[in-house]
């Protein structure tokens, strides 16, 4: 398995931005795609954004598409997430993910979770 810290969550206004980033160590980062996933108090955690062993390929969910832009740089092993026009929906904990396979969307499909980042956007 992979271990996954991630770090860049704090407090931003409305329409600010962040980045958060997850540094990964132990088994060899670039074969597994990774994700970000976020919870919200009293919901489910859910899908963010996923990119592929390369960083040749991504997936958003629709709710970030066009705001957040996941990236990787496998000679760092860190996978980062750059927020741009942050919403008050985005409050969160953000994690990063580690899968073995491109296209998994359910949390359930990954074996490697890093302890996760607070972001607060107030309005």
């Known amino acids: 398995q992979v271990q996954l810290v991630e770090s860049g969550g704090g407090l931003v206004q409305a329409g600010g931005s962040l980045s958060l980033s997850c540094a990964a160590s132990g088994r060899t980062f670039s074969s597994y795609t990774m994700s970000w996933f976020r919870q919200a108090p009293g919901k489910e955690r859910e899908f963010v954004a996923h990119?592929?062993?390369?960083?040749?390929?991504?997936d958003y969910a629709d709710s970030v598409k066009g705001r957040f832009t996941i990236s990787r740089d496998n000679a760092k092993n860190t996978l980062y997430l750059q927020m741009n026009s942050l919403k008050p929906e985005d409050t969160a904990v953000y994690y990063c993910a580690a899968a073995d396979f491109f296209g998994a969307r359910h949390a359930r499909q990954y074996h490697s979770w890093g302890q996760g980042t607070q972001v607060t956007v107030s309005s």
């Open positions: 990119i592929s062993w390369s960083g040749d390929n991504t």
